[in-house]
């Protein structure tokens, strides 16, 4: 076999201590007969360059970025796709044979795929709430702005981040709402996403009252360690319709891979019985 038909790929970030990436887009290669492996590559932030020199120079077809390079990469990069455009933040990149390099954004597409593939009735009379204003806010607000829902609503702690949110995606169908208002908003909205770090394995809870929420309320966290958050404790509690974050990786990750090799990976149930496997 030469050389060119062993396929490398990669994830960077910094520090690189666990990602499930590898188990991913491993298991993907092998499904789909592709002979080449995935690896992760810690990069430090003032090494970007340098390692980007290194995956054209080894022939990789392309790799996945996360914190904190999202952005970082990008002055790097020869073209940017539009919606990572869009985002300001790069999480996936193809590299040309000839060493030329397209940065993508699939958050977005992770995050609205999951959503689709578990509750495809989600509500969409009412409107959606996303919570927090980083870079996977900014991501679900994309995503929620192309479904008919009557707006979305976003609130932060920071407030002016979520208004810069607003104003640069919201096409004027977004409306910021104060922090310590949110639990008013969750009454009346249809799809509740989490997109802060809050409830994730170290940090506090989120407090949001969804005790009072229309029974058909979908509450979507993309926190995935733990699996089940106390948020999504709770809304079980309730009795409403939850979406754990885990599907939001593989689905982001699955767009990534049809960047790279124009195939559109399965979710299917051994990589969902692996990936389950990490969290018991
Ligand atoms: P990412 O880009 O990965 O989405 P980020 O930019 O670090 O992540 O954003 C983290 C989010 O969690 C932000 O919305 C942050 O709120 P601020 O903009 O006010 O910082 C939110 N967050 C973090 N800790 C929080 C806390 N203790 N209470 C409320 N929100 C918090």
Redesign the pocket.
Known sequence: MSERDFKKAAVIGWPLTHTLSPVIHNHWMAKYGISGCYEKRPVAPDSIGDALAAMKAEGLVGFNIT?PHKEAIIPHLDKLAPLARLMGAVNTVKIEPDGKTTGFNTDGIGLMANLQQNLPSWPKDRPAMVI??????RAAALGLLNENLPFVVIT???RE?AEVIAKEIGRGRMVVVD?KERNDVALTAGLIVN????GMHG??PLELDISKCAKDTVVYDIVYQPLVTPLLKDAEAHGLRTVTGLGMLVYQAAAAFKVWFDIMPEYDDELRERLEAVFR
């Open positions: 914190v927090g204003a980083g870079g996977a806010a932060n702690r920071t981040k922090w997109t802060t770090v809050l940090n506090d």
